[in-house]
């Protein structure tokens, strides 16, 4: 059964095994396989969580819509499907990779790493939102251009992942016609 398993991948992004999901992220956290989803709803406003204290890193950090890992054989975009209901109780749509070859490595405060290659995608919110609170304690929609220039003001209030997304999609990178 490889429903806890993550895929480990080599520098160059390729899978080269498998680990347990509750083993990969520590002091020396091997490069593996995740991915970053924005969710953007028809008012052209990102929604935003606030992880939950008992999560393992950054807990209490505001950072993107939900994060997740795909399983071995899983293709992400099923990956992203299948994560958004468990983390917000809503399904998505229009996925759509916004950076396909986005990559970070970062240790928090407590010395465990992230090291993941972490493709970004947006999509559209189908529900409402309801969160799983073992994963978000807070969450709120709010316009794409102030959550930025929150980012880029005071990145110590969020996830370094999404600080770095937010460098990386630039100034405007949701525009009205694809809101």
Known sequence: MNDDLVVLVDADGRPD???PRSSVHGSDTPLHLAFSCHLIDHAGRILMTRRALTKRTWPGAWTNSFCGHPRPGEDIEEAVRRYAPRELGLDVTDIVAALPDFRYRAVDAGGVMENEICPVF??????TARPNPSEVMDMVWAPVA???ESARRTPWVFSPWFVDQV?????????AEES
Do not use: H, S
Not at 122 to 127: E, L
Not at 167 to 175: F, H, I, M, N, Q
């Open 167 to 175: 460098d990386a999609l630039g100034p405007r990178p949701y525009r």
């Open 146 to 148: 102030d959550v930025w």
């Open 17 to 19: 095994g498998t680990a």
């Open 122 to 127: 947006r999509a559209r919110p189908v529900g």
